[in-house]
Every structure is written in structure tokens, then in C-alpha cells.
């Protein structure tokens, strides 16, 4: 099933079972998203897209992404690179990505993966680590890459924090309709011109690999999203290096996930 999360046209935030062919519209769905659901015959019209999800943590990994390692020339990791985004920088499908008033000049796109929690996660094995996967959608790990690698001092909490800088949608995929999340095709699209195009494949560690690791350390909590690495193609390691404009639009898509869009704005 895809999941929505969205405003009605009376501002009502509702869920709702969304259907590609009728993308004005859902279908409202009672109950606990993480638990028993119904999809009601009630039909309302979506104004705008919100966020899937209103996470509890977004964890996101670094450097998960054979050829991405490659291209900014770091060693490959042992173990899952974890870091963490402020739940602040959340927003959805069609809201603008806003290049901040701080001044970050070098703010960058980061195709993902993204996976949700769907119950409580300690220390899980990684033969039942798909078990605690309620679904999965599209991200874009939004990055200022000035304050992230030169006025942070690497340490990449901040520059990966500022409001907006981590959109995900349209919709939630539940699990059932992904049946090999570890080979999936993404891409970013820069204002119609592919920028990343790889494969989920390419991953150093899989989605079961990486919440049975993370779990390890942190309670992963119902609603958390993890942010599975970014392939090949960002921006900063280009030559000449593209960074986000305003007025551009940057999609992610995933194969049989769904396509993510966001104008680019100054604050």
C-alpha cells in the first residue's frame, strides 16, 4: 500500500491509501499507522503533501555507496557511518527547499534510500531486522557542504540540520510492496537533467546489515527513518562542483517507490 500524509482542502492533516491514478485524491485511512489501519471508502482531495512520517530520529548513514566513496576518495568503512539530522528539517513532496540566510553557499543533493521503523528495534538480529520495517520512501539528504566539511570541522550534524534540508515522500510504501529493497534504481534529476544514477545494489551494507547495527547502539523508535547512504553523482565532487540554485528543482526517484520533488528558494 502507499501511505499518504496529507492536508485536505478544509486543513484537516489526514492519511489516507493514495492511488497513482488518482493523484488528486485518497482514500482516508483510521487507526494507528503502526498498528491496525482501515481504508474507509471516504475519498478527500489532497491540497498539499506532508511528510510521511513525523519522525521521532532521522539517522542517516554516510558513505554507504561503493562508487560514492570512490568519488570523494575516503576508505571504505567497516561499520555503518552513522550520523544524525534534526527532525526540524523534515518536509514534504512539493514544499520548497530553502538555501538559509546563514549563507551556506555550497548546499548539495543526496538521492536516498529511506527506510521506517514500524516498532521498537533493540539490539535485532539481522536475520529479523525486516520484521520492524513498517515501509519505505524517498529522501534527499540536503547537505551545505561548507559547514559540513570546512566551518564544522567534519563534523556533518549542522550542515545536514538547517530547516528543510531533508525532504521525504510523496508517500509510504509498505514493506510488503517492496520485495527487493536491496536492488532498486535511483536517480536524482536536477531541473530534467540526471545528476545520479545508480543502483540500491551498490550498497556496503544492506538494509537488514544496517538496523540490526544500528540497533545495537540506539533504540530505533516507531517512526524513525534512516537515511541508507547516497550514490555516485553529488554535486560537490563534480568538476565544475553544481550546487543547489534558486529556482531549481531537484527530484529523487526510486524504482517503485515514487519520484520526490522540491523547489529551491532563498530564505
Not at 121 to 140: F, H, I, P, Q
Amino acid at each position: 500500500m502507499k501511505i499518504v500524509r496529507f492536508r485536505s482542502q478544509s486543513g484537516e492533516k489526514l492519511y489516507g491509501a493514495f492511488d497513482p491514478d488518482m493523484p488528486d485524491e485518497a482514500r482516508i485511512i483510521e487507526g494507528d499507522i503502526f498498528g491496525d489501519i482501515e481504508v474507509t471508502e471516504r475519498v478527500e482531495r489532497i491540497e498539499a503533501f506532508l511528510p510521511p512520517i513525523s519522525p521521532p530520529n532521522i539517522i542517516a548513514l554516510g558513505l554507504n555507496y561503493g562508487k560514492h566513496a570512490d568519488e570523494t576518495g575516503v576508505k571504505y568503512p567497516e561499520i555503518p557511518v552513522m550520523f544524525l539530522k534534526a527532525t526540524s528539517s523534515v518536509i514534504g513532496h512539493g514544499a520548497p527547499i530553502l538555501l538559509p540566510a546563514a549563507g551556506p553557499a555550497e548546499v548539495d543533493y543526496e538521492a536516498e534510500l529511506a527506510v521506517i521503523i514500524g516498532k521498537e528495534a533493540k539490539n535485532v538480529s539481522r536475520s529479523d531486522a525486516e520484521e520492524y520495517v513498517l515501509g519505505y520512501t524517498c529522501a534527499n539528504d540536503v547537505s551545505a557542504r561548507d559547514w559540513q566539511i570546512h566551518k564544522q570541522k567534519k563534523q556533518w550534524a549542522r550542515g545536514k540540520s538547517f530547516d528543510t534540508f531533508c525532504p521525504i515522500g510523496p508517500y509510504l510504501v509498505t514493506k510488503d510492496e517492496i520485495e527487493t529493497p536491496g536492488c532498486l534504481k535511483i536517480r536524482s534529476i536536477l531541473n530534467g537533467e540526471v545528476m545520479q544514477d545508480s543502483n540500491t545494489s551498490d550498497m556496503f551494507f544492506d538494509i537488514p546489515a544496517i538496523i540490526s547495527n544500528l540497533s545495537c547502539s540506539m533504540t530505533l523508535l516507531p517512526g524513525t527513518v534512516i537515511l541508507t547512504g547516497t550514490p555516485e553523482g553529488v554535486g560537490f565532487t563534480r568538476t565544475p562542483p553544481v550546487f543547489l540554485q534558486d529556482g531549481d528543482i531537484i527530484t529523487v526517484s526510486i524504482e517503485n517507490i515514487g519520484e520526490l520533488s522540491n523547489p529551491v528558494k532563498k530564505e
